[in-house]
């Protein structure tokens, strides 16, 4: 067993880390406090090759591994945290589920021009009573001529206040089975948006309203019985965040290194203090065996997609590991931690939120029990 990255994966991290050097490094900070979204270092990632990596040479991507993804998220990452939610979008987002189960007509009308870094899609999963329970959402899709009629509420979602294109999850019919997904451009009539809010870690979210929108044949992305392979898909976008998770850690892990080598309280350098040693050497403990985790689920991945077991694991340790480092890491950092002038704080509310998205950490435990014991566990209450 080999726990090295090969010549062409250390070939490929060091490419992304001298482009993320030369175009990202300088504005990171900026970056991170801009409410609009990043779309020159969009475009930039696209001349580089660096959109839809593990998407098929046909379709417009680079034909590479889900492994090569994680390290181009995790490189860009730990040079400018910002950036790395292009890369997610680009990769590991809904995207993917576009690129495995779309139609050639619908790749030609969206995912082009997202992969040309023009353009993002979001996913429509979440509704006010469907959290953690999604397979509850009521978002409904009624026959109609050739296609649907959709109504229903979605809420949190990434980039939903500006995406061209919602991957929306629908209900064709009753349970589990009826459940779907259909592409709703923003312009579609009865796509209304409410007041955008912000989450703690700065992005904007803002509910949208789908008021008897028309989906015509050509927009039904998985009908029914396609629920299966949406999360299927949905654990490459936990893989995304996994990694973000875990570089924005080491992020915060590397700014309060380098400040513990040169700030001095009680005439002693901060890194000679057994206390804060000790932080280190756990936080240290954390990214490795994080790291391990992560790489476990991307290697294995069958065909690109991660397997729901290793994904749940790395992404619990992961999302777990990363706030912990960014929390220790402000804490040695002091005052100047808990300021707007490092990223620390932001890698903070960034992690924090990665506890919840994409699966909290209570689910996914949830997840990694089943598999210990192999069978499920229902979390409904028992019938009467
Ligand atoms: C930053 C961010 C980005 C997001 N992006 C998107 C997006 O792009 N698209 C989208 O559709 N949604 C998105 N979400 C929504 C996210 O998927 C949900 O917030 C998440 O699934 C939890 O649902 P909820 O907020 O309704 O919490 P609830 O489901 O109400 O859960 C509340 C708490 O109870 C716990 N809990 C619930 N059930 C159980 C159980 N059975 N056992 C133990 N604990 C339990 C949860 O873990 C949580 O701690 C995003 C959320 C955040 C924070």
Known sequence: MDFRLNDEQT?????????????????????AHDDAHPWDVSRLMAEQGLMGITIKDE?????????????AIETVACVCPRSADVVQAGNFGAIRVLAEHGSSDQKARYLRKILRGESVITVGMTEPEAGSAV???????????????????KVF????????????????????????????????????????????????WVQTYLDNVYVGPENVLLKQGGFKKQIAGFNVERIGNTARSLALGRYA?????????QRKQFGRLLCEFQGIQ?????????????????????????????????????KAF?????????????????????????????????CRGWMIAGGSLEILKNRIAESVFERTFSQRPPKA
């Open 253 to 261: 892990y590397n700014a309060a290194r380098d400040w513990a080598l």
């Open 318 to 350: 992961c999302n777990q590991a990363g706030f912990d480092c960014c929390n220790e890491a402000m804490q040695i950092m002091g005052g100047m931690g808990y300021t707007t002038q490092t990223l620390v704080e932001y890698c903070f509310r960034k």
């Open 135 to 153: 397979t509850d959402l009521t978002t409904s899709a009624t026959p109609e001529g050739e296609g649907y009629r959709i109504n229903g509420v």
């Open 11 to 31: 070939m490929f991290r060091d490419s992304v880390r001298s482009f993320a050097e030369k175009h990202l490094r300088a504005g990171a900070l900026a970056r």
């Open 59 to 71: 379709d417009g991507g680079q034909g590479g591994s889900l492994m090569d993804a994680v390290i």
């Open 157 to 204: 979602q990434t980039h939903a206040a500006f995406a061209e294109v919602m991957l929306t999850y629908v209900r064709f019919g009753p349970g589990v089975g009826g459940i779907g997904s259909v592409l709703i451009a923003r312009d579609a009539p009865g796509f209304k948006q409410g007041t955008p809010s912000k989450f703690f870690n700065g992005e904007e």
């Open 278 to 314: 000790w932080k280190f050497a756990e936080m240290k403990m954390k990214l490795d065996a994080g790291q391990l985790l992560l790489y476990r689920a991307a290697v294995n991945a069958d065909n690109g997609i991660p397997s729901a077991e290793e994904t749940s694991i790395a």
